[in-house]
């Protein structure tokens, strides 16, 4: 079976899009359709704008989500997904090729999604740290000891983990982490505590917005963050995308599932390879490719 995944925030990269706006005319159409959806050409910032410029949330998210869904609309006939899955953000990309949310619809949502995170991450300095070489459970049992907020935020492959919280909290798990056999655990380079309790305030601006979008059943089944299970069921995936803002990414548990379930070939699409890494790492041997243009 094939499964197509789609890639979360950090995947994006200056030129971004180009060859897809240039080599199709309905990508073109679609880029276009979205600079005027969002009120400002964000064409203009991922084709040739800068680094800092596409760091912006307000401007990567809505980016990473127009490469990745313009690509799968672009495939046509050849996109026949059996599954989906995406990393955080990706998550948006993934029922929209899914046909469980049309495009204007899943655009805005993740227009609001940015826009709200940015404000919760202005509310409180927080931050994310990249924790390397320890297992799972090691990790949850620190933080759980560490006072203040902090948690499990991504768990992106065996001995890969990201944890989330308060600056006061991710540093002092950090110490504690090396202490245990961490090879790494490291701050990471973002704006706010993204999928910790800290995210309170946007999950809470975001489930007025999910619940007044119409969703529909989705073509294939579509892996959630939250639980890593497939959903099928409107209500259910509401529901999931709504706790996805303070839930852990659970992709190492959703490719494992994803495999369960029949999955012999991964494609994942939009900037970047990442997910294409994660997957041989959880499943070795998963064969998996990225694609970034037609």
Request: hydrophobic letters at 45%.
């Amino acid at each position: 079976m094939k499964a197509y995944v789609f890639p979360g925030q950090g995947a994006q990269f200056v030129g971004m899009g180009k060859e897809l706006y240039d080599g199709s005319p309905l990508a073109k159409e679609l880029f276009e359709r979205a600079n005027g959806l969002l009120g400002f050409r964000i064409t203009d910032l991922m084709f040739g704008g800068t680094d800092e410029d596409l760091r912006q949330t307000r401007v990567t998210q809505p980016a990473i989500f127009l490469h990745s869904v313009v690509l799968a609309k672009v495939l046509g006939d050849d996109f026949k997904p059996q599954m989906v899955a995406g990393h955080s953000l990706g998550e948006f990309s993934a029922l929209v090729a899914a046909r469980a949310l049309s495009f204007d619809d899943g655009l805005q949502l993740v227009a609001k999604r940015a826009m709200a995170m940015q404000r919760a991450c202005e509310l409180q300095p927080s931050t994310m740290a990249a924790v390397l070489g320890l297992d799972d459970a090691t990790v949850e049992q620190i933080c759980a000891a560490v006072p203040g907020v902090v948690v499990p935020a991504n768990y992106n492959c065996p001995g890969q983990l990201v944890i989330s919280g308060s600056m006061e909290g991710v540093d002092e798990a950090c110490a504690r982490l090396k202490e245990a056999g961490a090879k790494r655990a490291l701050r990471l380079q973002v704006g706010g505590a993204f999928h910790s309790p800290l995210m309170e305030p946007a999950r809470q601006e975001l489930e007025a917005a999910i619940s007044a979008t119409a969703i529909s059943a989705p073509v294939c089944p579509v892996y959630q963050n939250v639980d890593a299970k497939p959903s099928t069921e409107p209500a259910q995936i509401k529901q999931n995308l709504v706790a996805q803002l303070t839930a852990p990414v659970r992709w190492t548990q959703t490719v494992q599932c994803m495999v369960a379930d029949g999955a012999t070939e991964f494609v994942e699409l939009g900037p970047g390879a990442v997910l294409q890494g994660l997957i041989k790492k959880v499943h070795r041997e998963a064969v998996a490719e990225s694609r970034s243009t037609l």
